[in-house]
């Protein structure tokens, strides 16, 4: 199983500015995938990042509010623009396995509070 | 991607206490994976189920996918303090679609 860690694991933000959340994987991963936990809520897949090429994004989300960078295949980076007090969740990064989307590993996720 | 619905959505239990959290779909899962997420962690797999009536156990964790394969269920024995958790289903595709989960806890 890979070890994944994020940076910062938690930060309070003022609304209308962007914070960049890091995904660092201990072992290069093929695919990386960004979600979003909303307070009391279950996880909802915002993009998976491609090396190399822009990353895929999932129905509800945009390049301008979520850009997302993955220079090589064990990191990648979540920037969450323009905040508001809706933005305030947990975001996880999680990196597949050999089988692809069946062996998916999560990191400790981020918990950001937009006041 | 089909919308998965978990029941109970809370439950609290004393400890040596069975319990049983359910997944359900209107329409046949591909496969299906069952997720314990921690406070403050990120989720971590606890099975995969794929052929239907498939049944799993992982100590004390029994895991069932109905025959149809529209539904699962994960049957917790003698539980324990440590099981305290919110538990995630998922169905999987190209990606993961996740339950709304149910929290779990057990008391002491």
């Known amino acids: 199983s890979a070890v994944i860690s994020q940076k910062p694991s938690r930060d309070i933000c003022q609304r209308g500015t962007s914070l960049t959340i890091q995904c660092q994987v201990d072992?290069?991963?093929?695919?990386m995938f960004w979600y979003r936990q909303q307070p009391g809520q279950s996880l909802t897949l915002i993009a998976t990042?491609?090396?190399?090429?822009?990353?895929?994004?999932e129905s509800g989300f945009v390049i301008d509010k979520f850009p997302i960078s993955r220079p090589n295949l064990t990191f990648s980076t979540l920037t969450v623009s323009n905040m508001s007090p809706e933005d305030s969740s947990i975001y996880l990064c999680?990196?597949?396995?050999?089988?692809?989307?069946?062996?998916?590993?999560f990191g400790p996720g981020t918990r950001l509070t937009v006041t | 991607t089909q919308l998965l619905e978990q029941s109970p959505q809370f439950l609290s239990i004393q400890e040596g206490e069975n319990l049983t959290v359910y997944c359900n779909s209107s329409?046949?899962?591909?496969?299906l994976q069952w997720y314990r997420q921690e406070p403050g962690e990120g989720p971590v797999l606890l099975v995969t189920?794929?052929?239907?009536?498939e049944v799993k156990k992982l100590k004390r964790l029994t895991f069932q996918f109905g025959d149809a394969r529209k539904d699962s269920s994960l049957h917790i024995t003698a539980a324990q303090p440590g099981d305290t958790g919110l538990y995630l289903c998922?169905?999987?595709?190209?990606?993961?679609?996740f339950g709304a989960g149910t929290t779990v806890t057990v008391r002491a």
């Open positions: 999680s990196v597949s396995g050999t089988s692809g989307a069946y062996e998916q590993y």
């Open positions: 072992s290069q991963v093929t695919m």
């Open positions: 990042a491609n090396q190399g090429s822009e990353a895929t994004y």
């Open positions: 329409s046949v899962f591909s496969s």
């Open positions: 189920v794929v052929t239907g009536g």
């Open positions: 998922a169905e999987v595709d190209y990606k993961l679609s």
